[in-house]
């Protein structure tokens, strides 16, 4: 099993990214959520797939980011816009149904 980021960067305040997650492996692309961690913070939920069949966001990223998936290429998305300076962490994809993580994508948002 293995989760690959992708297309973290450094952008200025109000630009956009759109960050990839390129799973291989026994794993189950509807299953799978976005974390971030900040400078001295705690890692948090950005965004997750539910059992459901619903995605659910972070208050703080409401709609401004938007989790999206391609099941053809087992990759799963999330595009940033409006990003603001305290969208700045290491963002990772999680596969909550087997436990894994991803090694990490940084994204810096600064003028």
């Known amino acids: 099993v293995q989760l690959r980021e992708s297309g973290g960067d450094w952008v200025q305040p109000g630009g956009s990214l759109r960050l990839s997650c390129a799973a291989s492996?026994?794993?189950?692309?509807?299953?799978m959520a976005w974390y971030r961690q900040g400078p001295g913070k705690q890692r948090e939920l950005v965004a997750s797939f539910t059992r459901g069949g619903s995605t659910i966001y972070a208050d703080s990223v409401k709609g401004r980011f938007t989790a999206s998936r391609d099941i053809t290429k087992n990759t799963m998305y999330l595009q940033m816009n409006s990003l603001k300076p305290e969208d700045t962490a290491v963002y990772y994809c999680y596969d909550w149904y087997g436990g894994y993580w991803g090694q990490g994508t940084q994204v810096t948002v600064s003028s």
């Open positions: 492996g026994a794993i189950d692309i509807h299953k």
